[in-house]
C-alpha cells in the first residue's frame, strides 16, 4: 500500500474539550467535564476544524486521536459505555458531549481493545 493510500484509509476516534470548560472545572475541583467523543476518516485536525470554523470564540484542546481499525465501532462502544455511566451531557448540540476526562476515554478504549485477538494468517 502506498503511503497516500494509508494516509486515505486511516480511521480515527478522537476527543477534544473547549479551554473554559477546562479552566471552570479546574477552578470547582471537578474531574469531569464536557469533551467532544468523535469519529474521523480524515485527519482529526480537519474534521475538528469543520465543526468549529468560526463559531466558537477559542480553539478546542484535542485531548485524544486513536487511530483505529473501525473508528465508527470504536466510537459507537465508548459512547454506549459513557451513556451507560449516565455521563452524557442531554441539551447539547448534537449527541457526542459527555461529561468525562482523557484518562476515561482512554481507559475505555484500551479496555475495548484489549479483547481483540489478531489471529496470524
Given at each position: 500500500?502506498?503511503?497516500?493510500?494509508?494516509?486515505?484509509?486511516?480511521?480515527?476516534?478522537?476527543?477534544?474539550?473547549?479551554?473554559?470548560?477546562?479552566?471552570?472545572?479546574?477552578?470547582?475541583?471537578?474531574?469531569?467535564?464536557?469533551?467532544?467523543?468523535?469519529?474521523?476518516?480524515?485527519?482529526?485536525?480537519?474534521?475538528?476544524?469543520?465543526?468549529?470554523?468560526?463559531?466558537?470564540?477559542?480553539?478546542?484542546?484535542?485531548?485524544?486521536?486513536?487511530?483505529a481499525e473501525d473508528a465508527?465501532?470504536?466510537?459507537?462502544?465508548?459512547?454506549?459505555?459513557?451513556?451507560?455511566?449516565?455521563?452524557?451531557?442531554?441539551?447539547?448540540?448534537?449527541?457526542?458531549?459527555?461529561?468525562?476526562?482523557?484518562?476515561?476515554?482512554?481507559?475505555?478504549?484500551?479496555?475495548?481493545?484489549?479483547?481483540?485477538?489478531?489471529t496470524p494468517a
Open positions: 500500500m502506498e503511503p497516500s493510500d494509508e494516509a486515505a484509509s486511516a480511521q480515527f476516534v478522537y476527543a477534544y474539550y473547549l479551554p473554559a470548560y477546562g479552566a471552570l472545572a479546574q477552578h470547582q475541583g471537578a474531574t469531569v467535564w464536557p469533551h467532544k467523543i468523535g469519529m474521523t476518516t480524515v485527519s482529526v485536525k480537519d474534521r475538528i476544524a469543520s465543526q468549529v470554523g468560526t463559531a466558537l470564540p477559542e480553539h478546542p484542546v484535542v485531548v485524544l486521536a486513536h487511530e465508527a465501532l470504536l466510537e459507537a462502544a465508548v459512547h454506549s459505555i459513557l451513556e451507560l455511566r449516565g455521563q452524557r451531557i442531554s441539551g447539547a448540540p448534537g449527541s457526542e458531549w459527555f461529561s468525562t476526562n482523557a484518562d476515561e476515554v482512554r481507559a475505555i478504549i484500551d479496555w475495548c481493545i484489549a479483547g481483540v485477538r489478531v
